[in-house]
């Protein structure tokens, strides 16, 4: 016995990875405890998502009227992160210290997702580095084995270039234990040591 | 450095209330990924769900067309089961073993969250006592201490009617382990043993 209502919007928002039957039904209800106003912000919100988000066309990152970083002339256009997600740029945005380019590929390859180069914004990355000109790339793709496997297929489309290609330093996260880091965290730690003297 | 359609959603989502700040961003960009039809979906369900969910004048329940409860009338209609919410009404029903009606409080009284008689169906209760025939009336609200105010206040309002009144037995939840019952549960588990002989 349910509502055909809240059954219905039950199925949508379990469609979201980090919600759960369970909470997709109470949020179902809790919506129902809003007011109208609100109800109707929401929807409409909702409702215009792809028409006031695009992608842009140059870098993929999510724009409004202007993108962040490819229709910001006080960036420095010499250098470029290139990421998974949109969120990975504004996490390096949070930075505050670093003024580059951006290129967000829109995921990483992996065989068993299904995910190829042609799902990924690869051809418009080399498009890129032809037009404009940029001193030195930094994949920056996540620390799993698909961010691995694109960093290390985009270096080896890229390493006939006079270009500087680099990919973010491996080891220990700042404020954790040695005790609790992971066996392959400890090795790249280790493989990747600095000599003080 | 954040858009502002993901600004004002994660705004709204965040008033739900088992989704914090995090959450309601990861959930807007999750949003922003799901296809058109189904975003269009969602944005109409939100956008007509006042409209066609509905509280039932009679009993409190969420309805659509037809009240689950009062609409159908194969229930029998001398015993009553007093609840807190409308989700509570349908746990009874999944238990399949009661055929009677319900009453839906819409809360419990709570003097610290400033809900007193008037926020709650009591006086529809009365008057629905008044008017259907019922034998019994089970108080079924929260074993907590508002639920307890609640269940004592309505049976104080009913003590002199003609009518049995009773409440939810307390007790140690089946399955669990004596071990982890706290102390007020095995307090009302003893006090409300079963002989056996």
């Known amino acids: 016995m349910e509502l055909k209502t809240i059954e219905e919007l039950k199925e949508i928002l379990h469609y ?6 369970k909470s997709a039904e109470r949020m179902a209800y809790q919506l129902l405890e809003m007011d ?13 998502l792809h028409k006031n988000v695009t992608v842009c066309p140059i870098c993929g990152a999510y724009k409004e ?13 010499t250098s470029l992160i290139v990421v998974t997600s949109f969120k990975d740029a504004l996490a390096f945005e949070n930075l505050k210290s670093y003024h580059g380019k951006y290129h967000i590929l829109g995921g990483n390859l992996s065989p068993t997702k299904g ?45 006939n270039l006079p270009i500087k290609i680099s990919r973010l330093a491996y080891g220990l996260p700042m404020g954790g234990h040695l005790t609790y880091a992971d066996e392959l965290t400890l090795l790249r730690s280790l493989e990747g040591r600095k000599f003080l003297k």
């Open 16 to 21: 979201l990875p980090s919600i759960g039957l």
């Open 36 to 48: 109208e106003i609100t109800l109707q912000n929401l929807s409409s919100l909702i409702s215009n």
């Open 65 to 77: 009227e202007k993108c962040f970083f490819c229709d910001d002339e006080s960036r420095d256009n």
């Open 115 to 159: 995910i190829g180069v042609n799902e990924l914004r690869i051809d418009l990355l080399l498009s890129r580095i032809e037009k404009e000109n940029f001193q030195e790339i930094i994949l920056a793709t996540d620390p799993t084995i698909d961010g691995e496997t694109t960093a290390l297929y985009i270096a080896k489309l890229l390493e």
